[in-house]
């Protein structure tokens, strides 16, 4: 990712499923991105990390450039970590990038509603997966993120 010297360098990824998220951790290192790739399996832990609050109060951890966000996660939906994500002034301008196996255009148009920045279906094939992967690390090494002022 193209990040501005002195911003914080962590993607969160919020992933439930381990298999998912360890392809997407390896196929994002093979691609090029060297941030640090931090992932949570739940929406309630992808709230308190993104607001400090919980188990993250008071570890002072700079926000993350990026948000890879899959939308059936365990207590706090996707999409109810994208509402709150996208309506609060400390985290609105975080990209959000729903990384999901749900395609249907209903879903999709609702993300954008949200405030998604970019919406990607994973393929259940394992090479596609892999390949999709990897070309969305090409596609974010040049992205420019904001920075927190």
Request: glycine share 8%; proline share 5%.
């Amino acid at each position: 990712m193209s990040v501005q010297e002195g911003a914080a360098t962590t993607i969160l990824l919020i992933e439930d499923d381990p298999g998912h998220a360890l392809l997407i951790k390896k196929n994002l290192r093979r691609g090029g991105v060297t941030e640090d790739i931090l992932v949570l399996d739940d929406g309630q832990k992808a709230v308190d990390y993104l607001f400090g609050q919980g188990t993250y109060a008071g570890d002072g951890h700079p926000a993350p450039i990026l948000v890879l966000l899959d939308l059936n996660l365990p207590v706090l939906s996707g999409y109810q970590v994208l509402r709150i994500v996208k309506n609060d002034d400390r985290t609105k301008k975080i990209p959000v990038v729903v990384l999901t196996t749900t395609d249907t255009p209903h879903e999709v148009a609702r993300c954008y509603e949200l405030g998604c920045n970019m919406y990607v279906t994973k393929p259940i094939e394992y090479e596609q997966f892999s390949d999709m992967i990897q070309r969305l690390s090409t596609f974010l090494s040049i992205v420019k993120t904001p920075v927190k002022e």
